[in-house]
């Protein structure tokens, strides 16, 4: 009798499985997305993910890190001039510095950030970084929402596209 209740409740268990597709990794809790990922998710960085595809750097901001990014949204984007905008395209080399230019190594928060004057970022130069009646500027950019979380790092988002001056 004992073995037939076993048998039937583990029959019982498999087809609740098989009916709703459980199975031991769907139950795990899924991974917290990268950088890359997060800003996809976001739905208002797209041209930012396009360009970061374009030039090469998905991998790298998809990989381990960690990195803060300071990202554009696509608002910004549409305040570069469609001239600058069409050579950055062109010139991958160029596009990759000014991408670069908007990250910084390292896991970076706002706490942090706000008792920085200025951040070497992976284009090689540094930003300035300013705190002022309760905001941050990043490059004359104003930071608009802080500390969005990647498993491989931080996104803040700025309000405008950083051009690095070299």
Known sequence: MRKLLVLALAVTAAALVAVSGA?????????KPNIVQTAAKAGQFKTLVALV???GLAGTLSG???YTVFAPTD???????KKTLDALAKNKAKL?????????????????????????????SRVSIKA????????????????????NGVIHVINKVLIPTS
């Open 53 to 55: 595809k374009k030039a």
């Open 75 to 81: 608002a910004a984007f549409k305040k570069v001039p």
């Open 132 to 151: 002022k009646n309760g905001s941050v500027y990043v490059g004359g950019a104003k930071v608009t929402t802080a500390d969005v979380t990647a498993s």
């Open 23 to 31: 199975t031991a990794e769907s139950t795990r809790p899924a991974a």
């Open 64 to 66: 381990k890190g960690p």
């Open 96 to 124: 990759k510095a000014v991408l670069l230019y908007h990250v910084v190594k390292g896991r970076v928060t706002a706490s942090q950030v706000v008792k920085l004057k200025s951040a070497k970022t992976l284009e090689g």
